[in-house]
């Protein structure tokens, strides 16, 4: 008779399409069946999930972990048991790590290091530097990349390719920010590996113009802040972006949309067919400039969180499907970084541990349904991204990567509860209902009613099967 490794009973499984009542059995890490059956045979874990929702195991497609480079901010373990703590089952690693992973060499030793720390299963991003590694992109292709990130309007360190987040031409020892001729080729470069190219989209140029009168004008607020990246700024990058892609046939991917009118660009061009996709964080669809009187400058991350007319707008966007899917761009910085003044100080907080419970704080308020959150968070990031049905996906055969949720669980938020090195969060004090209490990946719990388990190591890199499939169509 077969001995089940786990089984989860009286649930209700929450897809991108249905929910229903079912039992799952697992064995040797992988979903053996899901059934309205009880089926025979002894099982060594049996979780009772009456009353809670079972959900294809979340991703998070985007967190920088800072490891290796600048480690005392976050590492590897302790963002993947944050995402561990937060019910999300895989992460994809940003690839602006010091060094950064921008040819094959970095990509195994990059894998060497994170595969030692772990909580959870994990892919990395490649990174695009222009003529410094477009030679190296179709051999990080073979490595497995999930797909290649720019920093479409940042300068990079020359020597240790960290961000400079308040960059000013003539600094020394800096890659300033890439003109368009170079992102074209990269895009020529990307398309040939048939890989996603996604960017940070923020025109550094009008940034530096907008600076200088908001500096001559004394501006010191967070609107003045706003001012200096506004919706425009995102605006000239996306659609510089959409010109490119449609003259490469480059696979394009807006990272972190945050205002309405770079947003309509997007589903325009989608409305006209071209391959172009584009996601989210909490940030933009939690908080606006309204926030910052409360919250201060541990709200500050690029692109800036804008207007309420924004949050609006990109609420819409969840809505009506232009927007693929949810990420928390977690980019943890310590307490002091963080609480200088909002003009020198880096941009970005964390994120990981608190995406999963803000979603589900959309479904209680009624913004948002079970299958959403399991399009968002799971299916579509999955297939997006190459990596369905292995993961965000509950049929026989797939990774029995699993996130249980109770949706009357009511808890606030913590900042020293959270598990990240860096407790910057903009959430701090924010009641939530809804919390997952049970992670388990592959087949193993990681999370068991806020109590961590396992070690550092167990999570395994994931690399790209097959080509990525584009969720509309
Ligand atoms: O706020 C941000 N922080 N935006 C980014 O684009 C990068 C990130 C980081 O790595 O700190
Ligand atoms: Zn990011």
Redesign the pocket.
Known sequence: MTTWDMKIENGTIVTDTEQYKANIYIREGKISAVTHEQLTGDSLETIDATGHYVFPGFIDTHI?SRDPGPTYKEDFIHSTRAAAAGGITTVFE?P?TSPPVNHAENFDRQVENLSKKAFVDFALWGICVGDLNNQHLPSLQQKGVIGFKF?WGYAVHAKTYQ?MYNYKPGMEDVIPPFQDGDVYTMMQEVQKTGEVFAV?AENNDLIQTLTEKVEARGGKSYEDLIATRPALAEVLTVKTGIELARETGVRFHVLHISSGDALDLIRDAQAEGLPITVETCPHYLFLSNEDFARVGPHMK??PPVKYKSDQERIWQGITDGTISHVCS?H?P?TEEEKNGGLWSI???MCGVETLVPLMLQGVTEGKLSLQDVARLLSVTPAKLFGVHPQKGCLTPGSDADITIVDMNKERTIDREQLHSKSKVTAYHGKKIKGWPVQTIVRGQMVMNDGKLFGKPGQGKLITKKRKQSLPFN
């Open positions: 920088h940003m602006n920093f961000l940070h991350v690029y761009d980019a910085h880096p941009a970005g």
